[in-house]
């Protein structure tokens, strides 16, 4: 286990960065803020020229990849770090100095255990991209198909294991100042950050999501993930198909294309409501980096290390809070939240309904330019503190992409309305769950499923109370009080009297 000295002396390194990026005066701000943080705060820009605007994804990307990662993860939560800090930390991405060919080559040949000549005719040597876990070449396979390669940078398991059991031990004494930050759960933000980050460092397991969301979005034809080559891929190498189309980041080059913008959004926000609330398995990390815009107006996504899961009865109440907003039926949304354990029983019901009325209405109807999903999600944290909400952590990654999504769908289309495009699929997909047909249909299927659990059920009973065997059953016996003595003597003068009884009762019937 490492020592606390270390990493004190680790955070004080990172916080001396972050100080002199100006991440830490949000921190020395908040009132909410422990007092002893706000003096190393204080402490650890001590002498530094502090820019008049916080820099907060340099200073992560100088600390190194873990904590870019961990910057990606704290771009989900508003309510911890605000919304100027979220914004600034969804620039946190693929901007690493790659690792040298030599070094990725000689990881690929220990990975597959053979020369890579013997895998791909031709792989360039400079790489398309560098992530703070692994960096991308573009090959070609011995059958002449052109792909992407995908190699985790050397080292980075034991630097990202380092950088975690810090983060654990600091969101340790942070938690436990209780208060606001405890009621923030620190330490399940960066449980849940581990998880994710094991995730990523298994290749193999992200060319899984990648194959499992493929046949998720079949439905989708206008949404396409690369195939995988399984042939080449190991847990610290990925090969897939390559991906030629236009970065939808680009939308000059898009329009010049002869690209419908307007179509490409609406895509998008239907590909993520499909993956999100229809399969409950989506893309968490759609920034525009990571989509790319296809001939007919399709879109391709790259890159599955970070994906979510949401369970069905999760995904019923999302999308009845969706359309719940959309509608303006704010009660309903209340009584979800109330249902779903969000809110803790203790409060009222209409007055959760009536702030989240002051969080809706003042944003529907309007397009994306005039409103945001991120500033809703901002002021919806806002009266979390009010009705003692606490970190929902199987959301945060919904939360994350939800802004994703809005900020690559309002670039393409500045006019686009987010609940417009939502509202259809999300009423078709309420019908289709929720309504009479789907109901009855989940009720016969229960029901055939406890009639099939019937023979065993039965079978269970038989084993527990098997028939009579030969002898006759035994005669009724009155009970009668046991009374405990307790050890020592009395127990040795009751178990000698007990067997005098005994002897006595043999000679009478002898």
């Known amino acids: 286990m490492t020592a606390s000295v270390t990493h004190v002396w680790r955070l004080l390194k990172w916080g001396r960065t972050l100080a002199r990026h100006g991440a830490l005066r949000g921190i020395e701000r908040d009132r909410n803020t422990p007092p002893a943080v706000r003096r190393l705060a204080r402490i650890a820009r001590f002498g530094a020229r502090v820019p008049k605007v916080p820099r907060y994804a340099d200073a992560l990307q100088a600390i190194g990849p873990a904590a870019i990662k961990l910057g990606q993860t704290l771009a989900t939560r508003a309510d911890l770090i605000g ?87 600091a969101a340790a ?63 610290r190498v990925l090969t897939l198909e390559w991906i030629d189309g236009i970065k939808l980041s680009d939308r000059a080059a898009l329009i010049a294309a002869g690209y419908d913008t307007e179509k490409l959004g609406h895509t998008l926000v239907r590909a993520f409501l499909r993956q999100a609330i229809s399969e409950g398995f989506f893309h968490a990390d759609m920034h525009q980096g990571n989509l790319f815009a296809l001939p007919g107006d399709r879109i391709a996504a790259i890159d599955f290390g970070i994906m979510g ?26 009584e979800i939240h109330f249902e779903a354990g969000y809110v803790p029983a203790h409060h009222n019901v209409a007055e959760f309904a009536t702030a989240l009325r002051a969080v809706g209405e003042p944003m529907r109807g309007l397009p994306v330019k005039d409103m945001s999903v991120g500033m809703m999600l901002d002021s919806l944290f806002n009266i979390t503190r009010d009705f003692d909400m606490q970190t929902q952590p199987h959301l945060l990654l919904l939360q994350k992409t939800m802004v ?32 009479p047909e789907a109901f009855i249909a989940d009720r016969l299927v229960e029901d055939i499923q406890t009639l099939a659990r019937l023979p065993k059920l039965i079978r269970n ?50």
């Open 173 to 235: 004494q942070l938690e436990g100042q209780g208060g606001e930050v405890a009621r923030l759960r620190p330490r399940l933000v960066i449980e849940t950050f581990k998880r994710w980050t094991a995730r990523e460092l298994d290749l193999r397991r992200e060319a899984a999501s990648a194959s499992e969301l493929a046949e998720a979005m079949e439905a989708e034809p206008d949404f396409t993930i690369p195939t995988i080559d399984w042939q080449r891929t190991t847990g």
């Open 309 to 334: 899961r949401i369970d069905r009865r999760a995904r019923v109440w999302l999308a009845e809070i969706l359309y719940g907003l959309i509608t303006g039926n704010y009660r309903r949304v209340a």
């Open 83 to 169: 919304e100027a800090a979220t914004h600034d930390l969804m620039r946190l991405q693929d901007a690493l100095p790659p690792v040298p060919f030599p070094i990725i080559r000689a990881a690929m040949e220990a990975s597959f255990g053979r020369p890579l000549e013997e895998l791909y005719s031709e792989i360039e040597e400079v790489p398309i991209g560098a992530a703070s876990i692994a960096q991308v070449h573009r090959a070609t396979t011995l059958d002449g198909k052109r792909v992407a390669v995908k190699v985790l940078r050397p080292g980075i398991e034991a630097e990202f294991a380092r950088a975690i059991d810090t983060y654990e031990w």
């Open 404 to 435: 994703m999504v809005e900020g690559v769908a309002t670039r393409l289309n500045p006019d686009i309305n987010l609940w417009e495009s939502a509202a259809p699929f999300v009423r078709e997909w309420i019908r289709t769950e929720l309504g």
């Open 461 to 510: 009973i038989e084993r527990h109370f098997p028939d009579p065997g030969g002898a006759p059953p035994a005669p009724p016996l009155r009970e009668i009080q046991v009374v405990r003595v307790g050890g020592g003597w009395r127990y040795f003068a009751v178990a000698l009297l007990a067997a005098g009884v005994g002897v006595a009762i043999t000679l009478l019937l002898t």
